[in-house]
């Protein structure tokens, strides 16, 4: 697992047979990147996943992503192409160009994990089903309450360990949360997420690793 920028896939002669990867283009610089380090050491993944933490706001990170794909498919001995999942972790707060976004990004086969309004909702479901609309300020504030080792103003930080024995819960929320919204007629409206997607495909891709 890295969380530097992948590296370049020009060709070199290689011995090894190319590996599946899901290669993670995040958003924020600690929030996202450090749960996820965390995650996947929990669930034996680092070898499967590569984390970008560099690459800023939406449209610069999915423009990275992008980059990235159309660099898998010319030219790379280091990974799997065929195997190989790209990702976006972002929250949709008030960026703009939101849709047009998220259209390049599935134009160029580009996986979205995304939060309305933030990342801050997924640490929410560990401990409720939040089910009201409003602003990152508001989710922020209402963790600080569930979470008391979180302060955005100091690195917005997730407490991994308090979270990781309420997963199930918390998946179970996400879905709930998108179900409610798709009820509404407002698919991936506030609030919800799909990040809970990105953590499946992760805990799958290595079970199937670990049969082969």
Excluded at 45 to 69: C, H, K, W, Y
Excluded at 119 to 134: K, Q, V
Excluded at 162 to 176: F, I, Y
Aim: glycine fraction near 4%; include cysteine; charged fraction near 30%.
């Amino acid at each position: 697992m890295s969380r530097r920028p992948p590296p370049s896939l020009e060709r070199r002669p290689s011995q090894r047979k190319p590996k599946a990867k899901i290669v993670i283009f995040c958003e924020g610089r600690n929030t996202e990147p450090r749960y996820l380090e965390a995650f996947v050491r929990d669930h034996g993944a680092s070898q499967l996943v590569e984390i970008d933490s560099s690459s800023g706001v939406p449209s610069t990170q999915i423009d990275a992503a992008i980059n990235f794909r159309k660099q898998l498919r010319r030219n790379s001995d280091r990974y799997d192409r065929e195997h190989t999942s790209v990702w976006c972790v972002i929250d949709r707060d008030t960026h703009p160009n939101w849709d047009a976004s998220l259209q390049r990004a599935r134009d160029n086969d580009i996986e979205i994990a995304q939060s309305t309004p933030c990342i801050e909702l997924w640490a929410i479901y560990h401990y409720d089903a939040y089910n009201r609309p409003g602003c990152c300020a508001d989710l922020q504030k209402h963790l600080k309450t569930l979470m008391p080792a979180y302060d955005h103003d100091r690195g917005a930080e997730f407490d991994y360990k308090a979270m990781a024995k309420d997963l199930d819960k918390a998946m179970r929320n996400a879905e709930a949360g998108r179900m409610a919204r798709d009820a509404e007629g407002t698919s991936l409206g506030n609030p919800s997420t799909t990040f809970d997607l990105l953590l499946k495909v992760i805990q799958e891709t290595r079970k199937l690793i670990s049969a082969a």
